[in-house]
């Protein structure tokens, strides 16, 4: 694969997987109510990160917003925090892969500066797709937490069975585990196409060489020397001297 095309490839993947995160962090789907033992209910709850939803069976749908703060949890205000700082660090990424692109020309910018900026772009993706990643994770962690201690509340031994609202993996975790691989792939395959785009450096020792004759046995032969600068040599009178042969013995 040529490094124009991973460079691209990576940041249309990029591209996705951000847009994925964003569209999951708005979504109210975050976890749905569990029908297992209640398939036919009236009304249907559904949560997100910024309010809750209930659906009516006559197709009705009111939401209501969290209108606290403090009152959340600190799991949830950190599941918040990850999201919104993957959207961040996602977009400056793109943003900065957009110009660094190989198949873009812009103004004298040379290979070497691109390559910092592509793998600048692909860090800030891979910690973007690491942050949606670890925000659904934690998210799903505190359902799974929740229902199996509303399960054990519901079949306590002893105890007349009760009925409560359990709530389970809502669409938005899924659209957010894709979006975070996404972007964690494309920024992976940025920081490969770096590589690529670095100018390799060539060192070479220049020597010139000059013809010097010298007489031998069998006649008058050429032979190549390095050549010395020497530096030119004044009279006492200022004027310029010039070396004889008796100056290299």
Not at 103 to 132: F, H, P, Q, W, Y
Not at 182 to 189: E, S
Request: charge should be positive; hydrophobic fraction near 45%; charged fraction near 10%.
């Amino acid at each position: 694969m040529s490094v124009t095309m991973c460079q691209s490839v990576g940041f249309v993947v990029s591209m996705l997987g951000v847009g994925g995160v964003i569209a999951s962090t708005v979504m109210d789907q975050w976890s749905t109510q569990d029908l297992y033992n209640n398939p036919v209910t009236a009304v249907f709850n559904y949560q997100g990160l910024w309010r809750t939803c209930v659906r009516e069976s006559s197709g009705f749908t009111e939401c209501r917003s969290y209108f606290t703060i403090l009152g959340l949890p600190a799991m949830f205000q950190a599941v918040r925090a990850l999201m919104i700082v993957g959207i961040v660090l996602g977009g400056f990424s793109l943003l900065v892969a957009i110009f660094s692109l190989k198949c873009l020309r812009i103004g004298n910018m040379e290979d070497s500066a691109k390559a910092n900026m592509t793998l600048t772009a692909g860090i800030m993706c891979i910690v973007a797709g690491l942050c949606a990643i670890c925000g659904v994770s934690v998210f799903a962690n505190m359902l799974v937490t929740n229902f199996w201690m509303s399960t054990a509340n519901m079949y306590q031994p002893g105890m007349m069975q009760t009925l409560q609202t359990r709530y389970t993996f809502g669409a938005a975790l899924f659209v957010g585990w894709v979006a975070g691989g996404l972007a964690l792939v494309g920024g992976i395959m940025m920081c490969i196409a770096c590589r690529g785009l670095v100018p390799e450096e060539t060192h070479y020792k220049a020597v010139s060489y000059k013809s010097a004759g010298y007489k031998s046995g069998t006649g008058y032969e050429a032979k190549k020397v390095p050549v010395v600068e020497t530096n030119t040599i004044k009279s006492d009178d200022g004027r310029r001297s010039y070396p004889s042969k008796y100056d290299y013995v």
